[in-house]
């Protein structure tokens, strides 16, 4: 959402709208990455500050300037700053709330569209832009195009690091966050921390004991401030006093400006460190012994109250001015309509204020010779989903007269505004009425949830946020307007009652915790927006591939397979414009940070009877939106569900297992030489082999050179070096991606394997391997293991750093014994069955590179196997060495 115009002018008044309350701690250590782990401790004022985080505005802010993009997501990295920064909070004694969105409102779909072309406008700018220049810092400065794995991330961590430190995670079941966030807020207490100009509007009807105001992260700073002790300060005057006297002046020092985050300036006794956004200054400088070290986070603070008296009119009207100034639900011909095009978005908001100021005044609508209402304007459609959250004449309504009347002195008092408002008359009644009936829609938008504990304050028996919603299995239940149980699947065992209940519990816990966000379209399933990754954006787009989408047809299949759930009886086709093909609009975006429409439904839940359109040969499809071509612009891609008899058989709802056994069967992982190796480096196989599988489609159509085997062998390199990021001695912090030179094929490589990670989570989310303990039997090495826990995580082994350090690099990265063994165990489980689309293929390589530029008469056709180790028992050498 957002209002245009107005984080621009919030920016502008900064010093009459805002007030600057900050937090504050004493700091005795330093938070460096090793020492990362479990530091939380009791604020010195014993006091805590609740703050309501807007989840997606987080990833926004922390991630863009400190983590770059170019290189195809640093994960890791990542990572590691979220829990910095929650650390940081901690010992300023803030309190985070996070609420994540749920799936947005079908209102919003031409919004997600235009913001969906954003990120690929990025990649084109980036692909045509040369290597020197791409790779240069200063491009890593423009706007870039986030991850699509940030948001498992920062789900992950929060989880790790959350529950038992006092974090507070809540995901919405569908709908947008704002609301909630507010809600929240005033049931807490709490400041709301976001990038949405919205919070400045939201809970325009709150007193003063509850909502404490809106803070822009674009405005936060970090306050470091190290006071060197009293007595070391007089000794080191003494000391220093003939070298910093001249003839009794004292030489002052200059500030120093480190860069543009912020800066350091010092004294003799003191040193301050200014630090502007989320990310927290550099904690382990100290520049004095036994330094007092003193940390601030800064929040400016926006109140609907104070906003309201800089406009001079009622808290109340603060949304119907957003709805006239332009929000993501105002009708998008409102602004032409009203403002001229010369008109600067701030001086918009002034005369929208004067123009609302006027209009309450008594008798302003003699001003008008305005008609009496149609007799089609019928008031109880206004009737506010919230008593008392909505426009002031919602709230005089007591009884059936009393909202009538209610409802027409609303509708008279915004047709007056939107009359004075008009730079020309409409050309017919209907057009003002339509256009007052939109307006009114799009207010109702800022009503607030009924009640903030529908949030989950509480828990339920498993641990889980309970909702307000109509049962604890929401959405995964038949309790919404189509109570519409899927036909029997050909193929697959009929579900019981108890079956099904189980699922549906099982998958709604797994969406509470977060650990179901590719699959989250579920209950609006007649669209799915797929988030893009750095990739090429000529040609055929990598999702769109029959090995990318074939993975996706099989997660939904093995969902619907369980839960029987599926909206059918319906002829409707998914939201399009007047061509019928694509649906694309121009959005007069604000500056506000849009989030990612990545892998989430749309529609709501009053308007799930236009789901899935039901096709002739009685098959159901799901929509995904990708770009057309090499152009920006969208279009449908049908994804055909169950056209073949299922075998899954409840797969989802049986023991971990047995998931885990049919998600390494779509790989092939359960037969041959990849059938004994450790669970997490066959993920990474099904990684590599998918890739490979990608890139042979795509070459076969654009008759591209096929993966070399010296690429693969640096792929799997790179994926072992950036798993032991996270599992590693204190997970070492990835390398400065400022020296790299992004070349074009490492750069598609990267995103082959991204688009492959994509693939991969939603499968394993569908079959809930994402965020549990997977045991497989199978790993009965090394030191005598027989299992081995871990959640499936493609990222883990996707650095964008990491990988392009590997693929450039003019010699192969060396490796201890450990990654040697694990390095040639991957090589021939990948290359098995894929050799004729591996480039060079000769046979498992030793530690240097082999050769891929032609081929020679003194090249050999196989390589010898190790010394003391025959070919067929590799395995063996793995005995006694920890992986």
């Known amino acids: 959402m957002g209002v245009a115009g107005l984080t621009t002018f919030l920016r502008e008044g900064r010093t009459s709208l805002s007030v600057v309350n900050q ?13 990362l782990e479990g530091r939380y401790t009791e604020p010195p004022q014993g006091e805590w500050t609740p703050v309501v985080i807007d989840a997606w505005s987080f990833i926004f802010g922390l991630y863009e300037g400190n983590v770059p993009w170019t290189t195809g997501g640093d994960y890791h990295a990542f990572a590691v ?4 920064t929650l650390i940081c909070w901690n010992r300023v004694g803030i309190v985070p709330y996070f609420v994540f969105d749920g799936p947005r409102p079908r209102s919003k779909h031409q919004t997600i569209l235009s913001r969906m072309e954003n990120p690929l406008k990025v990649a084109q700018l980036f692909y045509r832009t040369s290597v020197t220049s791409r790779s240069h810092p200063s491009f890593q400065r423009d706007e870039g195009l986030l991850p699509p794995f940030v948001l498992p991330i920062l789900n992950e961590v929060l989880h790790k690091e959350g529950f038992r430190d006092g974090i507070q995670i809540f995901h919405v079941a569908e709908g947008e966050a704002d609301g909630y966030c507010v809600s929240l807020a005033e049931e807490l207490g709490a400041f709301v921390l976001g990038n949405d100009s919205d919070f400045a509007i939201l809970g325009a009807s709150i007193g003063e004991t509850g909502y404490r105001g809106y803070v822009p992260i674009e405005m936060v700073q970090w306050v470091l401030t190290e006071e060197e002790p009293a007595s070391t300060s007089a000794a080191s005057t003494v000391a220093g006093s003939e070298f910093d006297d001249d003839d009794g002046f004292t030489v002052k020092r200059a500030k120093k400006w480190p860069n543009r985050r912020g800066m350091i300036s010092n004294n003799s006794t003191t040193q301050t460190q200014i630090v502007n956004g989320l990310a927290p200054p550099a904690l382990n400088i100290s520049p004095f012994p036994d330094a007092v070290r003193t940390l601030r986070f800064v929040m400016p603070t926006y109140s609907p109250a104070t906003l309201s008296e800089r406009l001079r009119i009622p808290p109340t009207h603060l949304r119907l001015l957003a709805s006239l100034l332009g929000t993501d639900h105002s009708p998008p011909e409102a602004p032409a309509l009203f403002f001229d095009h010369n008109m600067k978005k701030s001086a918009r908001i002034e005369h929208t204020a004067n123009v609302i100021r006027e209009c309450l005044v008594p008798g302003a609508s003699a001003r008008l010779k305005r008609k009496r209402l149609p007799h089609y304007a019928t008031p109880a459609i206004f009737r506010p989903r919230a008593k008392d959250e909505g426009i002031a004449a919602f709230s005089e309504a007591e009884s059936g007269s009393a909202i009538a009347n209610a409802g027409d002195e609303l509708y008279s008092f915004i047709s007056l505004v939107v009359q004075s408002l008009l730079l020309r008359p409409l050309a017919k009644d209907e057009m003002l009425h339509d256009l007052v009936i939109s307006l009114i829609e799009a207010t109702c938008h800022y009503i607030l949830p009924g009640s903030p504990t529908e949030l989950g304050l509480d828990l339920d028996s498993i641990g889980s946020p309970i909702t307000g919603y109509c049962c604890s299995t929401y959405p995964y239940c038949v309790c919404h307007p189509i109570e519409e149980v899927g036909p029997s699947i050909k193929g697959s065992t009929e579900p019981n009652e108890n079956q099904l209940e189980r699922a549906r519990q099982l998958y709604a816990r797994a969406n509470k915790s977060g650990h179901m966000n590719t699959l989250s379209a579920y209950l609006h399933s007649d669209r799915s927006y797929l988030q893009s990754c750095l990739a090429d954006p000529e040609g055929q787009p990598l999702r769109a591939l029959e090995e990318a989408s074939g993975l996706r047809i099989t997660s939904w299949e093995i969902m619907l397979d369980a839960l029987r759930y599926l909206p059918c009886e319906t002829k409707a086709s998914p939201v399009q414009d007047e061509t019928g093909v694509q649906a694309t609009v121009d959005v007069d975006e604000e500056e ?32 995904d939106y990708l770009r057309l071509g090499s152009s920006t612009r969208l279009t449908e891609f049908y994804l055909p569900l169950f056209t073949e008899p299922a075998l899954y058989n409840l797969i989802a709802i049986k023991p971990v297992q047995e998931r885990f056994e049919h998600f390494a069967s779509h790989f092939n992982l359960l037969e041959g030489k990849s ?15 998918l890739s490979i599988d990608m890139h042979t489609s795509l070459a076969a159509k654009r008759k591209a050179k096929l993966w070399t085997q010296k690429e693969v062998r640096r792929a799997i390199i790179a994926g072992i070096l950036s798993e032991r990021l996270w599992s590693g001695p204190r997970g070492r912090a990835s390398s400065d991606a400022a020296r790299l030179m992004l070349e074009t094929r490492n750069c598609h490589i990267v995103a082959l394997v991204t688009t492959a990670g994509q693939e991969v989570l939603q499968l394993a989310q569908a079959l809930r391997l994402h965020g549990a303990e997977v045991h497989n039997k199978a790993d009965e090495f090394p030191n005598g293991e027989t299992t ?13 750093t990491v990988w392009h350090q590997t693929l450039t690099s003019p010699e192969e990265i060396p490796l201890d014994k450990e990654a040697t063994f ?15 689309k591996i480039l060079g293929w000769r046979g498992p390589a030793t530690s240097k590179d082999t050769s891929t530029s032609g081929s020679s008469s003194k090249q050999k056709t196989g390589s010898k196997p190790i010394k003391g180790n025959q070919p067929m028992s590799r395995y063996d050498m793995l005995a006694g060495v920890p992986l």
């Open 23 to 35: 937090v504050a701690g004493v700091i005795n250590d330093s938070l460096t990455h090793g020492e």
């Open 81 to 84: 700053l979220i829990k910095k």
């Open 592 to 623: 506000e940070v849009a989030e990612p429409a990545g892998d989430s439904g749309t529609a709501g839940q009053d308007e799930l009877e236009a789901d899935i359109p039901e096709v002739e040969d009685g098959n159901f499809y799901v929509v």
């Open 675 to 689: 059938s004994r190796m450790p669970g997490k480096w066959q993920v990474l196989v099904a990684l590599i082999r």
């Open 788 to 800: 081995t826990e871990f959640s499936i995580a493609p990222y883990r082994f996707i650095e964008g």
């Open 822 to 836: 694990v390095v040639e165990m991957c090589m021939q489980a990948v290359a098995e069955g894929r050799e004729s």
